[in-house]
């Protein structure tokens, strides 16, 4: 079992920028790919990004791209998304998710194991 625990969200304005933490436990190593998925109300779960094994590989959402930027620190069993140019479009839970199995490349989508809890993100127009 892993879990996850996300942190780092909040409410920002338009254009402005938010990083996301994500620590995992439990039955840990590297070999793992992580990512983050959001969901906004009313509207099903999506994929956001990913980050291979050890960092091999990163992947994004056409939507996210130039904007978000996925990392991990394997040494603290921690991932991160960093948000930048925030659009109130952007506004959704996120949630952390590892253990990923690639369902498309194109575009990239995951189905996740494990996830997270959680965290909201609100960007205000």
């Known amino acids: 079992q892993v879990y996850l625990v996300e942190s780092g969200g909040g409410l920002v304005q338009t254009g402005g920028s938010l990083r996301l933490s994500c620590t995992a436990s439990?039955?840990?190593?590297?070999?793992?790919?992580m990512g983050w998925f959001r969901q906004a109300p009313g509207r099903e779960r999506e994929f956001v990004a990913a980050m291979g094994l050890s960092g091999s590989a990163t992947y994004y959402a056409p939507f996210v791209k130039g904007r978000f930027t996925i990392s991990r620190e394997d040494d603290k069993n921690t991932e991160y998304l960093q948000m930048n140019s925030l659009k109130p479009e952007d506004t959704a839970i996120y949630y952390c998710a590892s253990h990923l199995t690639i369902l498309s490349l194109s575009p990239p989508n995951f189905r996740p194991t494990y996830w997270g809890q959680g965290t909201q993100v609100t960007v205000s127009s």
């Open positions: 439990g039955r840990t190593s590297n070999n793992y790919a």
